[in-house]
């Protein structure tokens, strides 16, 4: 984290948001309609406010395209 101390978001906290599982915003990292997740030393995806605003975005556009 940074030092402004910003949020950090789960992978289960994006499929709530989005209102979707968890594997689907795995397939849709996968398939390139999500940016790759940032990950911790674990290997744990996560994200930040910014990379949640994208997302949300990103997805509406996917969306309206289906």
């Known amino acids: 984290m940074n030092s402004k101390e910003e949020k950090i978001y789960k ?3 994006i499929a709530q948001e989005l209102g ?3 594997q689907t ?3 849709y990292e996968n398939l390139g ?3 790759k997740a940032k990950r911790d030393e674990k290997g744990w995806r ?3 406010q910014e990379d949640l605003i994208k997302i949300k975005a ?9």
């Open 33 to 35: 309609i999500l940016p």
């Open 25 to 27: 915003v795995k397939n």
């Open 46 to 48: 996560y994200y930040t």
């Open 20 to 22: 979707v599982s968890i």
């Open 58 to 66: 990103l997805y509406k556009e996917e969306i309206k395209r289906i």
């Open 11 to 13: 992978i289960k906290d």
